[in-house]
């Protein structure tokens, strides 16, 4: 139980973009998303209890 073991090499990575414009990118596509739904069901709302 005295033996520690190796440290395994560090794996290749992809470096991390330099900008958050892909980030923002995603978070604007995922509101879009939540709205499209949000509003969607709205309208199924309406059509069903008018």
């Known amino acids: 139980m005295s ?3 190796q440290p395994q090499s560090p794996r290749e ?4 973009p330099t900008t958050v ?3 923002l990118r995603f978070l604007l ?5 939540v709205g499209f ?4 069901a709205y309208a199924v709302d309406r059509m ?3």
């Open 3 to 5: 033996e520690h073991p």
């Open 48 to 50: 069903i209890y008018g």
């Open 37 to 40: 739904i949000a509003l969607s």
């Open 13 to 16: 990575t992809e470096p991390l």
């Open 21 to 23: 414009k892909p980030a």
């Open 29 to 33: 596509f995922l509101a879009g998303v």
